[in-house]
């Protein structure tokens, strides 16, 4: 494999940064969605779950500093140990954990500058204790702000896959993100179509926030269009009750989804 240590020029004012990977790491994935309320959260974890389930060494690190969902959707409710150099990853599910809201409690709200915010992604990257992962997914924040710069110029992001439902109004902000990630030269995987519809009782299928709005941004942008993942209410069920269903019901249809985009990404990345 060759040295993950790169130095691009990523056209922010003219400025060349050095981008290296997070140390205990093989391979970053971020999970975006630009805008908040598409599922994003729900789909990092259940990815990460998928990707440990066909035998990969996953983490994840929830960096939506204003807003983790990480302690909820993992039931998590203690805080990391640190050795006094660096912070102990929390073990759930048998995927290393890392999230601000380990270290705050529940209802605080996260009112901080810019530099504050760059200055925990920098802990959270540098300074945790992450352990011969394979992976690490990254739940980004919502928007195209301080955390995203700073994870595009300074580490090595080996691909990014962008969430979306498929109403306009979303795609708008999808179509910002797709421009970002291009000019800060990250490799887009594809995009996925979440909440893409609803089977009613009558068997008939719902397409309630439109239908094929994020296959046709993924042509639009030359993107791989990764597939569609339906609304279901066990997704929410098992994720409010800190065990998504990848992990609680690994045989429904919608984990089967999961572990199907797992398999691709782990051999596109480790088989190469």
Not at 127 to 146: H, R
Not at 242 to 258: A, F, M, N
């Amino acid at each position: 494999m060759e040295d993950k240590k790169t130095t691009i020029n990523n056209n922010i004012k003219g400025k060349t940064f050095k981008k290296n990977p997070i140390p205990g790491t093989k391979f970053t994935i971020a999970i975006s969605s630009a805008k908040g309320g598409v599922g994003k959260s729900t789909f990092a974890t259940n990815l990460a779950l998928a990707l440990k389930k066909i035998g990969c060494k996953v983490g994840i690190l929830d960096a939506d500093i204003y807003g983790p969902s990480l302690p909820r959707l993992f039931s998590i409710n203690q805080k990391p140990e640190s050795d006094g150099k660096t912070l102990i990853p929390i073990n759930k599910y048998e995927i290393q954990c890392m999230s601000i809201g380990f270290l705050t409690e529940e209802q605080t709200p996260m009112i901080w500058r810019g530099p504050m915010v760059t200055s925990a992604i920098k802990t959270f990257t540098q300074k945790v204790a992450w352990k011969d992962l394979d992976f690490i997914i990254v739940d980004m924040p919502p928007g195209t702000g301080d955390t995203q710069l700073t994870f595009s110029q300074e580490i090595n992001m080996d691909g990014a896959i962008i969430v979306s439902t498929p109403q306009e109004l979303a795609l708008q902000d999808v179509k910002r993100g797709i421009k970002m990630f291009d000019k800060l030269g990250v490799k887009i995987i594809g995009l996925i179509d979440n909440m893409s519809h609803f089977i009613g009782d009558d068997g008939k299928k719902y397409s309630i926030f439109g239908e094929g709005g994020v296959q046709r941004t993924a042509k639009e942008f030359s993107k791989e269009f990764l597939g569609e993942i339906p609304i279901n209410p066990e997704v929410g069920k098992q994720g409010d009750l800190g065990k998504p269903i990848v992990e609680s019901i690994p045989g429904h249809e919608v984990s089967k989804i999961y572990l199907n985009l797992a398999e691709k990404i782990k051999s596109d990345y480790l088989s190469s």
